[in-house]
T-cell receptor, first 114, second 107 residues
């Protein structure tokens, strides 16, 4: 069965460093998403991406964040200058049409900012 | 602002019990999702529904659009059902998540 994959599974970085989290969505899906979950809190929407541009973004997704689909398979989330509060589990997801289709989640990348 | 509220926050049951988790949402939605989050963190979609009822194995999800309320039922619960169950609504292209219900099923 097709699945969403994410790399790395765990990333440790120093405050102020740039990180890139990578995702390979399911190949025939059209919409891609990033969510994050701070330890002990609920999952929060960051951004959705369709047709090579941002479809929606939350107030969390400020200028420090960017997303890109650099080729036909990868979908990346970049955090330019990490802060301690960026420490969280980051989930990538993909779907067909969001109003009618299930979102499939990757296993997550645990980001630890020291 | 979209709000999704779940109850209870924590639920402990004995193996074999019938379990109900409730979810209410505040605005009109295009779909309501039930997801399961395993202890390792992975998230699996269980149901997506916009009306009526869906069933998959021992899991049943219902939604009442007029009351903005949904329930997830587990029949004949088993220790392997122990997980966090999360309700989320689709509004636009985003999911807005509830806090989750931590379910523990004891043998």
């Amino acid at each position: 069965e097709p699945e969403v994959t994410q790399t790395p599974s765990h990333q440790v970085t120093q405050m102020g460093q740039e990180v890139i989290l990578r995702c390979v969505p399911i190949s025939n899906h059209l919409y891609f998403y990033w969510y994050r979950q701070i330890l002990g809190q609920k999952v929060e929407f960051l951004v959705s991406f369709y047709n090579n541009e941002i479809s929606e973004k939350s107030e969390i997704f400020d200028d420090q964040f960017s997303v890109e689909r650099p080729d036909g398979s990868n979908f990346t989330l970049k955090i330019r200058s990490t802060k301690l509060e960026d420490s969280a589990m980051y989930f990538c997801a993909s779907s067909g049409e969001p109003r009618t289709d299930t979102q499939y989640f990757g296993p997550g990348t645990r980001l630890t900012v020291l | 602002k979209n709000e999704v509220e779940q109850s209870p926050q924590n639920l402990t049951a004995q193996e074999g019990e019938f379990i109900t988790i409730n979810c209410s949402y505040s605005v009109g939605i295009s779909a309501l999702h039930w997801l399961q989050q395993h202890p390792g963190g992975g998230i699996v979609s269980l149901f997506m529904l916009s009306s009526g009822k869906k069933k998959h194995g021992r899991l049943i999800a219902t939604i009442n659009i007029q009351e903005k309320h949904s329930s997830l039922h587990i029949t004949a619960s088993h220790p392997r059902d122990s997980a966090v169950y999360i309700c989320a609504e689709t509004s636009g292209s985003r999911l807005t998540f509830g806090e989750g219900t931590q379910l523990t099923v004891n043998p």
